[in-house]
């Protein structure tokens, strides 16, 4: 048995397998969202990567002082190795994962491929938080959401985290996990991260505004605000925290490129040249390249 079905509020929920995915560059991406990183499987194996690199980094997967959850909603959730982490780490908690596509380990449920190997108190439930969370107010005790400041437009930043806080119940917890723009890495990575910035902001998302999580919080009301600001070591002089951040971000960067190309930000010559000098640059310990990553938590108060 599912649960949930009795949170959902029918209106807002996704028919994912009606959603188109259109292609670009051999590469699918999420048709109607801002959102520009591809949907295949070599992402979803950066997602993993990305998340076991963040829970090494922060030394844990969430920061909320969380003691006996029995409900938690990860937005965005991607592969949902998150919501399935937290679904084992609580197994009292029904924990939901929430997220415009599905899954890849979901889609194969039921296959008969493979062991299903989701707790059986975590689901997935489609969703596009641009159009509101399909939940009750006061659902859930634990509101989550990290890495998503390339999927949300500035202007509607304010929408998704007050939907996120009425979705929170009373005493309950919402966090943020973000990230902006690497720092100090040099010519070629300022060269990389200007680009982004740019080809985001036609897409009238703000880069920038990863930084802005805890603000963003305090200004949806709540209380006993918590923001935090690391600057995590990228590349050769951050030893293994470092590269496997660079790993990371070279595995996941190149698929910008032809966004980048297509806006007519930079050749597709000029960002491959700049995007291999970043790289060598990186893996030089001389480089003290910089990637900062912002946690921030607030409690609902009323
Ligand atoms: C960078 S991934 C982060 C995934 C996960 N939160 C993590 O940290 O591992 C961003 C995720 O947000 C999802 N996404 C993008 N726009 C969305 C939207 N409007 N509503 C719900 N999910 C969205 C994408 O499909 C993707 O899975």
Same mark, same amino acid.
């Given at each position: 048995?599912?649960?949930?079905?009795?949170?959902?509020?029918?209106?807002?929920?996704?028919?994912?397998?009606?959603? +188109?995915? =259109?292609?670009?560059?051999?590469?699918?991406? %999420?048709?109607?969202?801002?959102?520009? /990183?591809?949907?295949?499987?070599?992402?979803?194996?950066?997602? !993993?990567?990305?998340?076991?690199?963040?829970?090494?980094? @922060?030394?844990?997967?969430?920061?909320?002082?969380v003691t006996d959850p029995a409900?938690?909603?990860?937005?965005?959730?991607?592969?949902?190795?998150?919501?399935?982490?937290?679904?084992?780490?609580?197994?009292?908690?029904?924990?939901?994962?929430? !997220?415009?596509? @599905? +899954?890849?380990?979901?889609?194969?449920?039921?296959?008969?491929?493979?062991?299903?190997?989701? #707790?059986?108190?975590?689901?997935?439930?489609?969703?596009?938080?641009?159009?509101?969370?399909?939940?009750?107010?006061?659902?859930?005790?634990?509101?989550?959401?990290?890495?998503?400041?390339?999927?949300?437009?500035?202007?509607?930043? #304010?929408?998704?985290?007050?939907? *996120?806080?009425?979705? %929170?119940?009373?005493?309950?917890?919402?966090?943020?996990?973000?990230?902006? %723009?690497?720092?100090?890495g040099g010519p070629a990575v300022? =060269?990389? *991260?200007?680009?982004?910035?740019? *080809?985001?902001?036609?897409?009238?998302?703000?880069?920038?505004?990863?930084?802005?999580?805890?603000?963003?919080?305090?200004?949806?009301?709540?209380?006993?605000?918590?923001?935090?600001? *690391?600057?995590? +070591? /990228?590349?050769?002089?951050?030893?293994?925290?470092?590269?496997?951040?660079?790993?990371?971000?070279?595995?996941?960067? +190149?698929?910008?490129?032809?966004?980048?190309?297509?806006?007519?930000i930079a050749t597709q010559e000029?960002?491959?040249?700049?995007?291999?000098?970043?790289?060598? !640059?990186?893996?030089?310990?001389?480089?003290?390249?910089?990637?900062?990553?912002?946690?921030?938590?607030?409690?609902?108060?009323?």
């Amino acid at each position: 048995m599912r649960w949930f079905g009795w949170l959902r509020r029918g209106s807002a929920q996704v028919a994912m397998h009606a959603v +188109p995915i =259109m292609a670009l560059d051999g590469r699918r991406r %999420t048709p109607g969202v801002p959102y520009p /990183f591809p949907v295949d499987i070599e992402e979803t194996n950066r997602l !993993d990567f990305q998340h076991y690199v963040f829970r090494y980094a @922060l030394q844990g997967i969430y920061a909320a002082p969380v003691t006996d959850p029995a409900s938690i909603l990860d937005v965005g959730t991607g592969t949902g190795v998150w919501a399935r982490e937290m679904a084992t780490h609580f197994p009292r908690a029904k924990v939901i994962g929430l !997220d415009v596509n @599905l +899954p890849p380990t979901d889609e194969r449920a039921g296959t008969g491929v493979g062991l299903d190997l989701r #707790p059986s108190n975590y689901e997935f439930v489609p969703g596009n938080i641009l159009e509101g969370l399909p939940f009750a107010d006061g659902a859930f005790d634990f509101v989550h959401m990290r890495l998503l400041v390339t999927a949300l437009p500035h202007d509607r930043w #304010p929408f998704v985290v007050n939907e *996120m806080v009425r979705v %929170t119940r009373i005493g309950g917890w919402v966090e943020s996990v973000e990230a902006t %723009t690497l720092e100090q890495g040099g010519p070629a990575v300022d =060269m990389l *991260m200007h680009w982004v910035t740019e *080809m985001l902001a036609r897409r009238g998302v703000l880069f920038s505004d990863g930084g802005a999580v805890g603000d963003l919080l305090r200004d949806a009301g709540l209380a006993n605000i918590t923001a935090r600001k *690391m600057l995590l +070591p /990228f590349g050769a002089h951050g030893d293994r925290l470092g590269m496997l951040l660079a790993t990371d971000f070279f595995n996941g960067f +190149p698929a910008l490129g032809s966004l980048i190309v297509a806006q007519g930000i930079a050749t597709q010559e000029q960002f491959d040249t700049t995007l291999a000098t970043a790289r060598a !640059d990186t893996a030089s310990s001389q480089v003290r390249c910089l990637s900062p990553v912002y946690v921030a938590y607030g409690q609902r108060m009323r």
